[in-house]
């Protein structure tokens, strides 16, 4: 473990160096620390001189559950198709045919695909300034927030990998499942559209009521995560101590599930990670047609 310890170290180490030496990229870093600056500062001073009435927060809370549940459903459902992968093809190339036990060598992984997500995460600061002066979001909310979306990418990424190494090979047990993963969507899109019909109306106001439900924050994982943030923002005692009790034990039990589900993920993980390193590597060399997905339906009369 020291020596995967070192190399997650020389990792950040090298990235760190590349920055200073590539002009380019240090270039990008200090333009986009610069707005990112600008965005804080500016929002800041334009409070300080006016005074205004902010919007409900509840409407945030809606659009905040629609961006996690739309990223954790892209993420999960890719464990139906290639799988998602929480390594590169140096790991492949360099660790997998290395002396490790693959539960450690699953650790690094997980340690290193929090790292990226952290990083990923920083374009939610340029919503700020706008959030700031709708509904009087601080700097430290924004922080919070950007915790949250983390957090559901890293736990959809980690179902997505486990659901991949169980149905690879058995399709029933794919259908289950995804009637299983889909089905409190849909009851919770049904749920909406029975509250709009009653009220004979589809505005955004019953969308923000049953988006920051008692429903609602019972989601799976979504959900549970954007109740913890409901809780932050709304400076609910309960809603944090309950969200982050459940958000806690989802975490861990994600994790303990892939090491126990199935230890021998190496041949999966092979296969996706090398589908996804020639498709990246196709688009970004303008071969469209390798970039495309592998698996395409044709059905009985071809496509």
């Known amino acids: 473990m020291r020596a995967l310890t070192y190399l997650l170290l020389i990792k950040i180490k090298n990235g760190l160096i590349q920055f200073v030496k590539s002009p380019v990229k240090l270039i990008y870093t200090i333009f986009m620390v610069a707005c990112l600056t600008i965005v804080l500062i500016s929002s800041s001073a334009t409070n300080a001189h006016m005074t205004q009435e902010y919007l409900n927060r509840e409407y945030l809370i809606g659009g905040i559950l629609a961006v996690y549940a739309l990223i954790f459903y892209l993420t999960v459902n890719s464990g139906f198709n290639t799988g998602a992968t929480?390594?590169?093809?140096?790991?492949i190339n360099l660790l997998f045919v290395s002396p490790y036990h693959p539960r450690t060598l699953l650790i690094y992984g997980v340690i290193q695909q929090l790292g990226t997500l952290l990083i990923s995460g920083v374009f939610l600061v340029f919503q700020y300034a706008w959030l700031n002066d709708a509904f009087g979001v601080t700097p430290i909310d924004m922080?919070?927030?950007?915790?949250?979306?983390?957090?559901?990418?890293?736990?959809?990424?980690?179902?997505?990998m486990i659901i991949y190494c169980v149905t690879n090979d058995n399709d029933v047990?794919?259908?289950?499942?995804?009637v299983v993963v889909y089905l409190p969507i849909l009851a919770f899109v049904a749920y909406y559209l029975i509250i709009a019909l009653l009220n004979d109306s589809l505005s955004v106001q019953i969308l923000a009521d049953?988006?920051?439900?008692?429903?609602?924050?019972?989601l799976p994982v979504f959900g549970w995560i954007t109740n913890l943030i409901k809780?932050?923002?709304?400076?609910?005692?309960?809603?944090?101590?309950?969200g982050g009790v459940v958000t806690v034990v989802t975490v861990v039990v994600v994790i303990v599930l892939l090491f126990v589900v199935r230890m021998d993920y190496y041949e999966d993980v092979l296969q996706t990670t090398e589908a996804t390193y020639a498709a990246v590597t196709a688009a970004k060399e303008g071969r469209v047609q390798e970039a495309a997905p592998r698996n395409v339906k044709k059905g009985k009369l071809g496509i």
């Open 210 to 218: 049953v988006g920051s439900s008692k429903v609602a924050v019972w």
């Open 231 to 242: 809780g932050i923002l709304l400076s609910d005692a309960i809603a944090i101590a309950i």
């Open 143 to 160: 922080l919070f927030i950007m915790i949250g979306y983390v957090l559901v990418i890293f736990v959809a990424q980690l179902l997505s």
């Open 86 to 91: 929480i390594f590169k093809m140096p790991d």
């Open 173 to 178: 047990l794919k259908k289950i499942l995804k």
